[in-house]
């Protein structure tokens, strides 16, 4: 009875896992179609969770074709974006999900044999052999690990998703349809042969996807360069402009003083004193008024009152 609840709860908690990360990986990198709402996410980890135990309990490799069947169904139905692109987010999700699980299942498988050599796990007969215990720490690990995978990712690809092309993908293909056949297998020699292939695979195309990944986000950042570059072009231009202008203004200025001083000369020359005194007055009233000095209209009439 113990060992049947804790299976339960690893369905449950592997069942969470997969449809948050799934979810997650998503709405971070694609626009939804619809609001996700909690009854759709606990529906879809029910019917998860029920693969899972179904699974667990009767080792039926057919329900690997179920799994990925409603993975594709969710990021093709929920989210809005073109054919290519929900495809490549379906299986680069997919080698996210799947890399972790190799990883932590063969790290526990080569320390399991190392340390205990007389009860020898395999890929095959892990799930069937490993106690529920041994079982939660692989689940535990892949999850972590799993997550960090999605967050990180998920990441990068928010921001170069555009130029995700189907060559930066198509090496995900093949490790998704590879599991496909495994599970359709009956024969344990060609399965045994078949999953050593599908970890080669994996890992090689984990490493070309990263590689691909790498490449975008050093694209991304080259754009983000040269559109920085542009606006600093465009805000040295208007300072330019601006410059020019204020210059412009300067000169014209200088010119209205010049002519001022002349007539104020003038005046003078011709004895005129009191007018030579008003005009000065007038145009030391305007310059303290001048609009480029900013001052409040209050201050210029109280200085004509004075």
């Known amino acids: 009875m113990g060992s049947h609840m804790i299976n339960l709860f690893l369905c449950i908690l592997s069942s969470l896992y997969l449809c948050f990360g799934l979810l997650y990986f998503c709405c971070r990198i694609l626009p939804s179609k619809h609001k996700i709402s909690l009854p759709l996410f606990l529906c879809l980890s029910v019917f998860m ?39 490549a987010v379906y299986f680069i999700f997919q080698l996210l999900i799947i890399c972790p699980e190799i990883l932590c299942t063969s790290v526990f498988i080569a320390l399991h044999n190392l340390f205990i050599p007389t009860d020898t796990y395999t890929p095959h007969n892990l799930i069937s052999s490993c106690s529920p215990a041994e ?24 921001q170069c998703i555009d130029y995700l092309k189907i060559l930066t993908f198509l090496p995900l293909v093949a490790p998704v349809f590879l599991n496909v056949i495994i599970s ?29 990944v790498r490449s975008l986000a050093q694209q991304h950042r080259e754009y983000l360069q040269k559109k920085m570059e542009i606006e600093l072009m465009k805000k040295q231009m208007n300072d330019s402009v601006q410059l020019s202008n204020e210059y412009a203004s300067l000169r014209k200025w200088n010119h209205d003083i ?39 209209e209050e201050d210029c009439s109280h200085e004509k009152e004075h």
């Not at 899972?52 to 989210?79: A, C």
């Not at 970890?199 to 691909?212: E, Q």
């Not at 005046?267 to 303290?288: F, G, H, P």
């Open 135 to 158: 079982y939660f720490v692989i689940e535990l690990s892949n999850i972590l690990l799993g997550l960090f995978l999605l967050w990180k990712i998920s990441e990068i690809l928010r």
């Open 258 to 296: 010049e002519n001022h001083i002349m007539s104020v000369m003038y005046l003078m020359d011709m004895k005129k004193y009191e007018e030579a005194e008003t005009y000065t007055a007038s145009v030391l009233s305007r310059i303290n008024c001048r609009p480029q000095e900013k001052q409040p």
């Open 184 to 212: 359709l297998q009956k024969k344990p020699e060609a399965v045994l042969a078949l999953s050593i292939i599908y970890w080669i695979i994996c890992i090689g195309s984990y490493l070309l996807f990263l590689r691909a």
């Open 49 to 87: 969770a029920l693969l899972f135990w179904i699974k667990r309990e009767s080792q039926h490799n057919g329900i690997t074709i179920v799994f990925q069947l409603t993975t594709f169904l969710v990021t093709l139905f929920l989210f809005q974006a073109s054919f290519v692109k929900k495809l």
